[in-house]
Protein backbone atom coordinates (compact mmCIF):
# COMPACT_ATOMS: atom_id res chain seq x y z
CA UNK A 1 0.00 0.00 0.00
CA UNK A 2 1.43 3.36 -0.73
CA UNK A 3 0.05 6.59 0.37
CA UNK A 4 0.80 9.79 -1.03
CA UNK A 5 -0.68 13.14 -2.46
CA UNK A 6 -2.52 13.20 -5.57
CA UNK A 7 -0.73 15.18 -7.69
CA UNK A 8 2.16 13.63 -7.54
CA UNK A 9 0.37 9.95 -7.42
CA UNK A 10 0.56 9.68 -11.75
CA UNK A 11 4.44 10.45 -11.63
CA UNK A 12 4.37 6.80 -10.53
CA UNK A 13 3.45 5.82 -14.22
CA UNK A 14 6.27 6.31 -16.25
CA UNK A 15 8.14 3.85 -14.20
CA UNK A 16 5.86 0.69 -14.48
CA UNK A 17 6.12 -1.49 -16.83
CA UNK A 18 3.19 -2.56 -19.17
CA UNK A 19 2.59 -6.20 -19.65
CA UNK A 20 -0.79 -7.83 -20.79
CA UNK A 21 -3.92 -6.70 -20.02
CA UNK A 22 -4.70 -8.32 -16.63
CA UNK A 23 -1.29 -7.88 -15.22
CA UNK A 24 -2.19 -4.11 -15.65
CA UNK A 25 -1.59 -2.64 -12.15
CA UNK A 26 -4.69 0.43 -11.34
CA UNK A 27 -2.28 3.32 -12.43
CA UNK A 28 -2.16 2.00 -15.58
CA UNK A 29 -5.69 0.44 -16.19
CA UNK A 30 -6.69 4.37 -15.04
CA UNK A 31 -4.09 5.55 -18.16
CA UNK A 32 -6.04 3.46 -20.12
CA UNK A 33 -9.51 4.54 -19.87
CA UNK A 34 -8.08 8.58 -19.29
CA UNK A 35 -9.20 8.73 -15.74
CA UNK A 36 -9.48 12.89 -14.46
CA UNK A 37 -10.29 13.47 -11.01
CA UNK A 38 -11.83 16.44 -12.11
CA UNK A 39 -14.20 14.77 -13.69
CA UNK A 40 -15.31 12.54 -10.87
CA UNK A 41 -14.98 14.95 -7.72
CA UNK A 42 -17.45 17.84 -9.12
CA UNK A 43 -17.40 19.86 -5.76
CA UNK A 44 -15.97 22.21 -3.80
CA UNK A 45 -12.89 20.52 -2.91
CA UNK A 46 -9.11 21.33 -3.76
CA UNK A 47 -7.79 17.91 -4.65
CA UNK A 48 -4.32 18.89 -3.21
CA UNK A 49 -5.55 18.69 0.26
CA UNK A 50 -7.12 14.71 -0.47
CA UNK A 51 -4.89 11.69 0.61
CA UNK A 52 -4.23 9.11 -2.05
CA UNK A 53 -4.24 6.00 -1.19
CA UNK A 54 -2.64 3.30 -4.18
CA UNK A 55 -3.06 -0.53 -3.07
CA UNK A 56 -1.31 -1.85 -6.10
CA UNK A 57 -1.86 -5.46 -4.92
CA UNK A 58 -5.39 -5.36 -4.54
CA UNK A 59 -5.87 -2.75 -7.83
CA UNK A 60 -7.57 -0.23 -5.67
CA UNK A 61 -7.35 3.67 -5.95
CA UNK A 62 -8.81 6.73 -3.58
CA UNK A 63 -8.92 9.77 -2.71
CA UNK A 64 -10.05 10.81 0.86
CA UNK A 65 -10.92 13.98 2.63
CA UNK A 66 -11.82 15.51 5.41
CA UNK A 67 -14.61 18.13 5.35
CA UNK A 68 -13.60 20.51 8.35
CA UNK A 69 -12.64 17.24 10.70
CA UNK A 70 -9.85 14.55 12.06
CA UNK A 71 -12.43 11.80 9.61
CA UNK A 72 -11.43 11.39 6.39
CA UNK A 73 -14.24 10.36 3.87
CA UNK A 74 -13.67 8.74 0.26
CA UNK A 75 -14.49 11.20 -2.40
CA UNK A 76 -12.95 8.81 -5.34
CA UNK A 77 -12.89 5.25 -5.20
CA UNK A 78 -11.35 3.40 -8.43
CA UNK A 79 -10.87 -0.45 -8.61
CA UNK A 80 -10.21 -2.89 -11.19
CA UNK A 81 -11.95 -6.63 -11.61
CA UNK A 82 -10.30 -9.30 -13.49
CA UNK A 83 -12.61 -11.33 -15.66
CA UNK A 84 -12.35 -15.02 -16.88
CA UNK A 85 -12.33 -13.51 -20.92
CA UNK A 86 -9.29 -11.79 -20.02
CA UNK A 87 -11.17 -8.20 -19.83
CA UNK A 88 -10.93 -5.85 -16.81
CA UNK A 89 -14.05 -4.04 -15.34
CA UNK A 90 -12.80 -0.41 -14.10
CA UNK A 91 -15.34 0.79 -11.72
CA UNK A 92 -15.43 4.59 -9.93
CA UNK A 93 -17.31 5.73 -7.42
CA UNK A 94 -16.82 9.76 -7.28
CA UNK A 95 -18.32 12.49 -5.04
CA UNK A 96 -20.81 15.48 -6.57
CA UNK A 97 -22.09 18.08 -4.42
CA UNK A 98 -23.85 21.57 -4.67
CA UNK A 99 -25.18 23.95 -2.53
CA UNK A 100 -28.13 21.47 -1.91
CA UNK A 101 -27.68 18.20 -1.93
CA UNK A 102 -24.45 15.61 -2.74
CA UNK A 103 -24.47 11.91 -3.59
CA UNK A 104 -21.98 9.20 -5.32
CA UNK A 105 -22.27 8.94 -9.12
CA UNK A 106 -20.37 5.99 -10.41
CA UNK A 107 -19.35 4.70 -13.91
CA UNK A 108 -17.93 1.73 -15.31
CA UNK A 109 -15.19 0.68 -18.01
CA UNK A 110 -14.45 -2.60 -19.60
CA UNK A 111 -10.62 -2.86 -20.88
CA UNK A 112 -10.40 -4.99 -23.96
CA UNK A 113 -8.27 -8.04 -23.51
CA UNK A 114 -5.77 -6.59 -25.71
CA UNK A 115 -5.28 -3.68 -22.99
CA UNK A 116 -5.82 -0.81 -25.89
CA UNK A 117 -9.07 -0.33 -26.22
CA UNK A 118 -11.90 0.36 -23.42
CA UNK A 119 -15.91 1.22 -23.33
CA UNK A 120 -18.14 2.37 -20.84
CA UNK A 121 -20.59 0.88 -19.34
CA UNK A 122 -24.25 1.56 -18.51
CA UNK A 123 -24.56 0.59 -14.59
CA UNK A 124 -27.87 -1.07 -15.42
CA UNK A 125 -25.28 -3.94 -17.33
CA UNK A 126 -22.54 -4.31 -14.08
CA UNK A 127 -25.55 -4.15 -11.86
CA UNK A 128 -29.00 -5.56 -13.36
CA UNK A 129 -30.72 -5.74 -10.04
CA UNK A 130 -30.15 -1.98 -8.81
CA UNK A 131 -34.10 -1.07 -7.41
CA UNK A 132 -34.58 1.72 -4.99
CA UNK A 133 -37.24 -1.03 -3.21
CA UNK A 134 -34.27 -2.93 -2.74
CA UNK A 135 -32.78 -0.59 -0.04
CA UNK A 136 -35.94 -0.09 1.77
CA UNK A 137 -35.86 -1.75 5.52
CA UNK A 138 -39.74 -1.93 5.44
CA UNK A 139 -42.71 -0.78 2.80
CA UNK A 140 -42.83 3.06 4.84
CA UNK A 141 -41.00 5.21 2.66
CA UNK A 142 -42.76 3.89 -0.20
CA UNK A 143 -46.72 4.84 1.35
CA UNK A 144 -45.23 8.64 2.98
CA UNK A 145 -43.92 9.55 -0.57
CA UNK A 146 -47.30 8.11 -1.84
CA UNK A 147 -49.10 10.44 0.62
CA UNK A 148 -47.40 13.22 -0.46
CA UNK A 149 -47.34 12.31 -4.21
CA UNK A 150 -50.46 14.66 -5.50
CA UNK A 151 -49.12 17.85 -3.37
CA UNK A 152 -45.26 17.33 -5.05
CA UNK A 153 -46.84 17.00 -8.52
CA UNK A 154 -49.18 20.23 -8.07
CA UNK A 155 -45.85 22.36 -6.78
CA UNK A 156 -43.31 20.90 -8.50
CA UNK A 157 -43.09 17.85 -10.86
CA UNK A 158 -46.29 18.61 -12.70
CA UNK A 159 -49.30 16.79 -13.10
CA UNK A 160 -48.24 13.41 -15.31
CA UNK A 161 -44.80 12.38 -12.46
CA UNK A 162 -45.03 9.22 -10.46
CA UNK A 163 -43.52 7.43 -7.74
CA UNK A 164 -40.96 6.71 -9.78
CA UNK A 165 -40.06 10.28 -10.59
CA UNK A 166 -40.28 11.25 -7.04
CA UNK A 167 -37.90 8.18 -5.98
CA UNK A 168 -35.77 9.24 -8.53
CA UNK A 169 -35.42 13.22 -7.07
CA UNK A 170 -35.15 12.31 -3.33
CA UNK A 171 -33.17 8.94 -3.39
CA UNK A 172 -29.54 7.83 -5.23
CA UNK A 173 -27.41 5.10 -5.33
CA UNK A 174 -24.31 5.09 -3.45
CA UNK A 175 -21.50 2.08 -4.43
CA UNK A 176 -18.70 1.43 -1.65
CA UNK A 177 -16.34 -0.26 -4.20
CA UNK A 178 -14.39 -2.87 -2.21
CA UNK A 179 -10.62 -2.43 -1.63
CA UNK A 180 -9.73 -5.96 -1.61
CA UNK A 181 -12.05 -8.36 -2.28
CA UNK A 182 -15.00 -8.04 -5.21
CA UNK A 183 -17.72 -7.81 -2.73
CA UNK A 184 -18.96 -4.05 -3.46
CA UNK A 185 -21.40 -2.25 -0.81
CA UNK A 186 -24.48 0.16 -1.80
CA UNK A 187 -27.34 1.54 -0.36
CA UNK A 188 -29.16 5.27 -0.63
CA UNK A 189 -28.09 8.67 -0.24
CA UNK A 190 -30.82 11.03 0.38
CA UNK A 191 -31.68 14.77 -1.01
CA UNK A 192 -33.85 17.04 0.77
CA UNK A 193 -34.42 19.50 -2.02
CA UNK A 194 -38.86 19.27 -1.81
CA UNK A 195 -39.23 19.43 1.88
CA UNK A 196 -36.62 22.35 2.15
CA UNK A 197 -37.58 24.28 -1.26
CA UNK A 198 -40.75 22.72 -2.34
CA UNK A 199 -43.73 20.75 -0.06
CA UNK A 200 -44.22 21.36 3.59
CA UNK A 201 -43.10 17.37 4.64
CA UNK A 202 -43.80 16.14 8.32
CA UNK A 203 -40.62 15.93 10.18
CA UNK A 204 -41.12 12.56 11.63
CA UNK A 205 -42.59 11.44 7.79
CA UNK A 206 -39.45 12.73 6.87
CA UNK A 207 -36.77 10.79 9.30
CA UNK A 208 -38.37 7.70 7.81
CA UNK A 209 -37.64 8.56 3.99
CA UNK A 210 -34.16 9.58 5.22
CA UNK A 211 -33.33 6.72 7.89
CA UNK A 212 -35.47 3.54 6.51
CA UNK A 213 -32.37 2.21 4.28
CA UNK A 214 -30.11 -0.79 4.22
CA UNK A 215 -26.86 -1.41 2.57
CA UNK A 216 -26.85 -4.45 0.48
CA UNK A 217 -23.65 -6.02 -0.51
CA UNK A 218 -23.22 -7.14 -4.01
CA UNK A 219 -21.06 -10.09 -5.10
CA UNK A 220 -18.87 -9.67 -8.61
CA UNK A 221 -19.21 -12.72 -11.24
CA UNK A 222 -16.19 -12.44 -13.39
CA UNK A 223 -17.97 -14.90 -15.50
CA UNK A 224 -21.43 -12.70 -16.39
CA UNK A 225 -19.26 -9.50 -15.51
CA UNK A 226 -22.08 -8.44 -13.20
CA UNK A 227 -22.59 -7.43 -9.60
CA UNK A 228 -25.42 -9.62 -8.10
CA UNK A 229 -27.39 -8.66 -4.47
CA UNK A 230 -26.53 -10.99 -1.09
CA UNK A 231 -29.85 -11.26 0.84
CA UNK A 232 -30.06 -12.88 3.11
CA UNK A 233 -34.22 -12.31 3.30
Known amino acids: M ?5 HGIFFLLFF ?3 GISQHKNILECMQVIGFDADQSVIAD ?16 FELNYAFGGDTKY ?20 GYYADEQCSNYPSTFYEISKSEDLFTPLEIKTILPSLDFHLFFIDP ?7 KY ?17 ILNEVYDYR ?24 VSINRDDWSVVEENIRVVEFAYDRDKKQFMPMLNE
Open 2 to 6: RKTTF
Open 140 to 146: NPIQILE
Open 149 to 165: LPEIKDKYLGSEATLED
Open 16 to 18: INT
Open 175 to 198: IIIPRKGTTAKVTLTVCDYIPLNE
Open 45 to 60: IDLKWCDTIVDLKSGY
Open 74 to 93: KICQVAKFNNTDGTILIGIT
